[in-house]
């Protein structure tokens, strides 16, 4: 970065230097376990060995060693008694399904071995998800095997069986409804029609009966503002895309739907003539969201000015654009007046959303994007979605109504509101009052642990179901395994108790060939094939909704205010974990979460300004207090986040979910205030704020590896530059030499080698990465990493062979320290994925002594762990910092109680990759099985293997496509072609000074901001 | 007359021609018969006289015209219903079960089949025509032991017995000067070889040696228990259930995938499920006690648990569809002759070493296989030598451990 002033940090801790960054700098995996830190009884916490320890375990080991070698265990193999006809051992079968949690949607391909789903990857027949999934759809396939769901149906506690659980719950319901009491279904959205007409079959049974729908994270005000029902959103035609507080990259409604959709949009190339616009992206919000972290042009604003931030841009647009103005008081807003400049000027391709749940902004901003255009374009208001379906609404007045003892019965189907309703606490004093109440839920969760009657749902994968998305759009759910315990799918339950038959495969099937295909088996046995049925083609409505503005912007003048000076709190979903319904899943638990970059907790992150006027810092353990609710939780210091806002995440602070979840962070939903009828995830009015004086790590994998000050790690340039000319910004090393200035990658200590026949390599683009970490799931999953838990990442020992670097950065000078405390405010983010770069010049295959890494003939960096005796050097000489050290037996072992840790578990290991132990290092393979698997795929087939045929985990699941996975020597291949453009543009190797010559390759990011003025 | 000559020659030479393309093509129909025989027939069927599911076909072409058995093969409920007197004897004396229709096989397919049993019976002895495409020099069984280690210790015998020879010489020589005078003719000659002995065996120089010799041989003989640790060549374990391959493989011939489903197609060749064994042993010696075994844990609905022979380590990947599939190579180059086994036994050490081996000697199966053509291109431009397996990369390590 000679060629620029700017200067990247990790965290707060690098950008000030502080003492415990410092002592860590060479410290890649934390301190050794050594005698004099052995404080703790757990291996965790240091493991203290003494010598005469050590002794006996020596002498125990040899003789249980030679016991053991003795004679070798007699292993069996047990083959099928009677095999299926399409299973083969050994042999991989896919099945396409349908992910649904609640109005998360994704079409899937379940990979299953002998029977058991271990891998989940898109669907690209889907033309909604397109083939990508969220990093929850990934580790959903986790959730399957967790130990601690229900084993079967409960009654009053007490395990029971599904006849009696039958006999006694239809009893108590027919007496409920003899006397004409209220019955209610609530749930989360539901996205399944059939769904949906079994639970009407089932109020045809039971007149009284209401089905409430509400969301944990609603997006009931978007849907009040156009007529009930969500519009379809497409950012893929938008110029200008101007998002108030919606996370739509990392959380709000269907992310990676909308981060493709963004990235065609961001996409540019280099080649002469190639596309080198594209659209720009204003952000305005509170948190510094993994949105906002991808925008060209962000501002911060606080909770309490929100609607008056709706008011200011329609008004700067409707100024421009001669509607009349509304009223309300002015905020200052930086970069206001620009974003609605843009609007107008990219009329019609131009989009405005907000993630505010208060009906009256969202109004505001569907008025704001009538003006501009949208309706028509890129928002339609002819398709209806259906993932929030949610009423918030409704769901007050039950939980009032079942307060008021007026509720006769009810059945959660799936739903928690116990927990993560803002009335939660309300619901759960006035359930007891509620004469028969049922959940089918499948863990004793905080609402099922307090109802009579709990009959278990079967997870998705082991059940029937379908879904519609959008109007009009279908897809199936089939199950890929039995049910492993005694559950029933809850629709199987409704129709049982509705005196129907209870077999809904065969009601599914009859209703979709009635009302969806319209044919017969052979539409059916095709839809089922196919995972979708996608008939219709989407009408395009440009309709707008109308909206009293004025009306609405008096609503809003009373609930804001434009300048508070008050602690103000923020309640926001974090991108890994969301609302907490798989907070179970040690993989999404530790799950690095993209700008903050903690894992295993939520905290309340506040600003650096925010914190010194606090007397606070980052660690600090703080009880926040608001609405009479009191939660303690440490501080985390968080650029970019407005002043004087306290930012805690749902989803944390689980009680009832089980080993990995319960007891972690703390739960935020009862700061949820309601504004204008609807849950916002605010809190304005007396917030609190004091020092307990304890201090507690928080889980950051941050600064874990750092940069060593090298440089052109990342490489960015502006749009404008850009268009000009392809190489700007980019960085080429040049080194002295007794025969003058040349370039680094022309010096070389190395043979080099040749491949004749793969070059596998990655090309990774910067500019569409929004950083949403679906790729380190699906790796994990993939490759068998495993979870080491809240300490081990404490002790910087996370084993991700996939991670998401996250650097700050600003324009000020380096030792304008000033310039710079100001820039950390609200500084620019770059997202780096980092994994081993597969160095044709590998630093850490000349400095292992056992030859346990080497170099293959396809330019793979191998990793043999059965030859690794764990010196470590190899990771001490590696550059990039990729390499993870087992430190730990991570598998079978108390102290790591997690997935590995069960029989159950363990069911979802890869059988194709090996399982470290302890005292190994392993690294990105890249996914070496799968290459191997596609080889002998075409040699079977006696030809080459085809491009696209063999891909790696982390390429599949990127929803943005930024990363191109393929064999350089294929010239035909993506990779190749894209290579070819870019060499002279935006690609670069990272660290290319040190001529390692890597084969993952990097395209540099183009931010749409306007060209720095000459100084 | 020159002419005429020519002419004759000529037509002896067609004539001669004639013959044995005749010949060469009904090898080839017999070869193939052979194939379709015993994917198809063998089950059922042998091509002696002995009678399985159904009677043996020894002389078929003789009791039966070929234009029925054509018609049997391809529909034999047509055969039976149409009142044929032959056909509804077989099928009483056959307790009603009808044969399996194979509508699909042409006329020439049939009697290419027949031709393989006619074969088969004529001359017993001969080899199976049309053995598949040899897959290159089978690998010997390789001294898994280190060779280095073993010249190694021979190359210090042969030095410690040099040094011994000289050592007694010495001790000889010095003992003679010194004894010279006080040599007793009257002690007999045993006396004096014992005599010998006692001062040889006080000899401290001979002493050492003999120590040395111990410990080297010693040496060697741990260093090769301790290769041989977890090295089970020849493990031969008692099975749940005494099938035999010597009888199925060898005597009815029955093709190897035919049980094991997965051999060609995914990474294990899979332990055949009861079902498959049903397909047979439902009708076929259904009193044995042994196969009543298959159907009491039917009946009870366990699976069978057998012992597994050959056991691979997890940390290495071995897939057989790579092998048998791609590479070419027949089941018993690493099995060794299964239809000979009464009881299956690991013939091979199935040691890295031994992998290795293979990997260095076997030439890679190229021919027709696109995936090879360019790689055979390259290596044939700086090489006289065939393309063997670790030209491609058959010696590194994330071949086998991922």
Wanted: proline fraction near 4%; charged fraction near 20%; charge should be neutral.
């Amino acid at each position: 970065m000679e060629n620029s002033n700017k200067r990247y940090w990790k965290g707060i801790e690098e950008l000030t230097n502080e003492p415990s960054f410092v002592k860590n700098i060479h410290n890649e995996f934390g301190n050794m376990p050594s005698e004099t830190d052995a404080k703790g009884d757990s291996l965790v916490d240091g493991a203290g060995t003494h010598r005469r320890d050590f002794l006996k375990m020596l002498g125990f080991g040899v003789a249980a060693v030679s016991l053991a070698a003795c004679e070798s265990p007699v292993k069996n193999t047990i083959p099928y008694l009677n095999k299926p006809e399409d299973v083969e051992p050994t042999i991989a079968n896919w099945y396409a399904s349908t992910y649904t949690d609640g109005g998360d949607y994704a079409s899937i391909l379940v990979k299953t071995r002998e029977g058991r789903p271990i891998k989940i990857e898109g669907n690209k027949s889907s033309s909604i998800s397109k083939g990508v999934l969220s990093g929850r759809a990934h580790a959903s396939v986790l959730s399957l095997y967790d130990n601690e769901k229900l084993k079967g149906p409960q009654a009053a506690g007490k395990a029971t069986d599904w006849t009696s659980l039958d006999k006694d719950f239809t009893a108590k319901l027919a007496e409920v409804a003899a006397k004409g009491g209220q019955i209610r279904i609530v749930s989360n959205t539901i996205l399944s029609p059939t769904t949906k007409k079994v639970i009407a079959d089932f109020a045809a049974k039971y007149p009284t009966t209401q089905h409430i729908t509400y969301d944990a994270n609603p997006a009931y005000g978007l849907t009040q503002a156009h007529g009930g029902v969500l519009p379809n959103i497409d950012f893929s035609q938008a110029k200008t895309i101007v998002s108030v507080g919606a996370d739509f990259l990392g959380s709000w409604i269907a992310p990676t739907e909308f981060a493709a959709q963004w990235a065609i949009t961001r996409r540019v190339s280099s080649e002469k003539g190639g596309k080198k616009d594209m659209s720009r992206h204003y952000q305005f919000e509170t948190i510094l969201s993994n949105t906002g972290a991808n925008a060209d042009y962000r501002a911060s604003y606080k909770p309490s000015q929100e609607g008056l931030v709706a008011v200011a841009l329609y008004n700067a647009v409707a100024k421009l654009t001669g509607a009349a103005t509304i009223a309300g008081a002015s905020v200052k807003v930086d970069h206001l007046e620009k974003a609605a400049k843009d609007l107008v000027a990219s009329k019609g391709a131009s989009i405005i959303v907000a993630g505010s749940n208060d009906p009256e902004v969202q109004k505001i901003i569907a008025a704001t994007n009538a003006l501009v255009g949208a309706y028509g374009t890129t928002i339609n208001t002819g398709l209806a979605v259906n993932y929030r379906q949610g009423n918030d609404m409704a769901m007050a007045n039950f939980i009032k109504e079942a307060g008021a003892g007026s509720i006769a019965a009810v059945i959660f189907y799936n739903a928690n509101p116990v927990y993560n309703h803002p009335m939660g606490a309300a619901l759960a004093a006035a359930l007891p009052k509620v004469g028969l109440s049922l959940a089918t839920n499948d863990r004793a969760d905080e609402t099922a642990s307090l109802c009579q009657f709990i009959a278990p749902d079967s997870h998705f994968l082991e059940s029937w179901n379908d879904a519609e998305p959008k109007a009009g759009f279908y897809s199936l759910t089939q199950p890929t395994i039995s049910t492993i315990f005694k559950t029933r799918q809850a629709q199987s339950s409704f129709l049982t108790w509705a005196g129907l038959s209870a077999d809904f495969a065969a009601y599914l099937e009859s209703n979709w060939e009635k009302n969806i295909l319209k044919g017969g088996k052979v539409a059916w046995n095709n839809a089922l094939h196919d995972g979708v049925f996608e008939p219709t083609t989407a009408t395009v409505s440009s309709a707008s909704p109308s909206v009293d503005v004025n009306a609405s912007a008096a609503a809003i003048s009373k609930a804001y205010t434009a300048s508070s000076t008050g602690l103000e709190i923020t309640v926001y979903e974090k991108v890994g974990l969301g609302t907490g319904s798989q907070a179970n899943n040690p993989w999404l638990q530790e799950f690095p979460e993209p700008v903050s970059k903690a894992c295993w907790d939520n905290y309340a992150a506040i600003s650096q300004p925010t914190a010194t006027k606090l007397k606070l810092k980052q660690g600090d353990v703080v009880e926040v207090s608001a609405k009479g609710y009191k939660v303690s939780l440490p501080v985390l210091v968080q650029p970019g986040q407005a002043q004087d806002t306290i930012a805690i995440a749902i989803g944390y602070g689980r009680t009832k979910a089980g080993k990995s979840a319960d007891g972690v962070g703390v739960n935020a939903y009862p700061f949820i205030s309601e504004i204008n009828g609807a849950c916002v995830g605010t809190c304005t009015q007396g917030v609190s704020i004091t020092a307990t004086g304890d201090t507690k790590d928080i889980a950051q994998t941050q600064t874990h590896q750092t940069v060593m000050a090298r440089q052109a790690v990342v490489q960015e340039t502006v749009l404008a530059d850009f268009a000009k000319d392809a190489k700007a910004g980019s960085f080429t090393p040049r080194v002295k030499t007794s025969e003058g200035e040349k370039d680094a990658t022309d010096l070389t200590l190395w043979n080099g080698h040749e491949y004749n026949n793969h070059a596998w390599g990655m090309v990774i683009d910067l500019n569409t990465c929004t950083g949403c970490s679906a790729c380190v799931v699906s790796c994990n999953a993939e490759n068998n990493v495993p979870v080491v838990g809240r300490q081990e990442v404490i002790n910087r020992r996370e084993m991700h062979w996939m991670r998401i670097d996250r650097y700050y950065s600003s324009d000020a000078e380096v030792e304008d320290l000033k310039g710079l405390e100001i820039a950390s405010d609200n500084p620019e983010v770059v997202f780096q994925p980092m994994l081993c770069q597969h160095c044709n010049n590998a630093p850490c295959e000349t400095v292992c002594p056992v030859l346990a890494t080497t170099h293959s003939t396809e330019g793979l960096n191998q990793m043999t762990y059965n030859r690794c005796i764990g010196t470590r050097y190899c990771a001490n000489n590696c550059p990039y910092k990729v390499r993870r050290f087992n430190w730990f037996r991570y598998f079978q072992t108390d102290d790591f109680d997690f997935n590995f840790n069960n029989d159950l578990g363990r069911m979802v290991i890869n059988p194709d990759v090996t399982v470290r132990s302890r005292g190994v290092m392993e690294k990105c393979s890249m996914c070496v099985q799968r290459i191997q698997a596609g080889k002998l795929e075409a040699k079977k087939e006696k030809r080459r293997p085809v491009d696209g045929e063999i891909q790696v985990a982390c390429a599949q699941s990127c929803p943005t496509n930024a990363i191109t996975f393929g064999d350089m020597n294929d010239p035909a291949s993506e990779i190749s072609k894209l290579l070819l453009v870019e060499k002279e543009g935006r690609a670069y190797h990272v660290i290319e000074e040190i001529n390692v010559k890597p084969n993952i390759s990097y395209l540099k990011k183009v931010r749409n901001k306007d060209a720095k003025k000459e100084a | 007359m020159c002419c005429k000559k020519l002419t004759l020659v000529k037509f002896l030479f067609s004539f001669l021609f004639l013959i044995a393309s005749t010949t060469a093509m009904l090898a080839q129909d017999a070869a193939e018969g052979e194939t379709l025989f015993k994917n198809n027939c063998a089950a059922c069927h042998a091509s002696t006289d002995e009678v399985l599911v159904g009677p043996g076909l020894k002389g078929i072409s003789e009791r039966r015209p070929i234009e029925w058995i054509v018609k049997w093969v391809h529909n034999p409920q047509a055969v039976i219903a149409s009142g044929d007197k032959y056909a509804n004897d077989l099928y009483n004396k056959f307790n009603k079960a009808a044969m399996t229709p194979y509508p699909n096989f042409s006329e020439a397919q049939i009697k290419g089949i027949i031709a393989y049993i006619d074969a088969s019976n004529a001359a017993p002895a001969a080899p199976a025509a049309g053995a598949a495409p040899a897959a290159g020099a089978a690998a010997p069984a390789a001294q898994s032991s280190g060779g280095m280690m073993e010249v190694l210790l021979v190359g210090l015998l042969i030095i410690m017995v040099i040094v011994l020879i000289a050592l007694l010489s010495i001790v000889n020589s010095l003992s003679k000067l010194s004894k010279a005078a006080e040599a007793d003719p009257s002690k007999s000659f045993f006396e004096r070889v014992s005599e010998n002995a006692k001062s040889l065996a006080a000899n401290s120089a001979v002493k050492t040696g003999i120590i040395v010799l111990v410990l080297l041989l010693g040496g060697k003989a741990t260093i090769d228990a301790a290769y041989g640790v977890g090295i089970h060549q020849g493990y031969a374990p008692e099975q749940p259930i005494k099938f035999s391959h010597k009888l199925h493989a060898g005597q009815y011939q029955i093709n190897c995938n035919y049980c094991h489903t997965g051999v060609y197609e995914g990474k294990g060749a899979n332990v055949p499920s009861a079902n498959i064994c049903m397909n047979c042993h439902n009708a076929i010696k259904r009193e044995s006690p042994e196969i009543q075994k298959i159907y009491k844990a039917l009946e009870k609905d366990e699976p069978i648990q057998w012992v597994r022979v050959h056991n691979l380590p997890d940390l290495a990947y071995f897939n057989h569809s790579q092998h048998t599939n791609v590479g070419g190579l027949e089941c018993k180059n690493c099995h060794g002759e299964i239809e000979k086994m009464e009881v299956v036994e690991q013939r091979s050490s199935l040691t890295m070493g031994w992998c290795i081996d293979c990997h260095r000697q076997t030439d890679v199966n190229a021919k027709g296989n696109a995936y090879y053509d360019k790689l055979v291109e390259v290596h044939n431009k700086d090489s006289k030598t065939p393309l063997k397996v670790q030209n491609i990369g058959g010696l590194e390590c994330s071949k086998c451990h991922y």
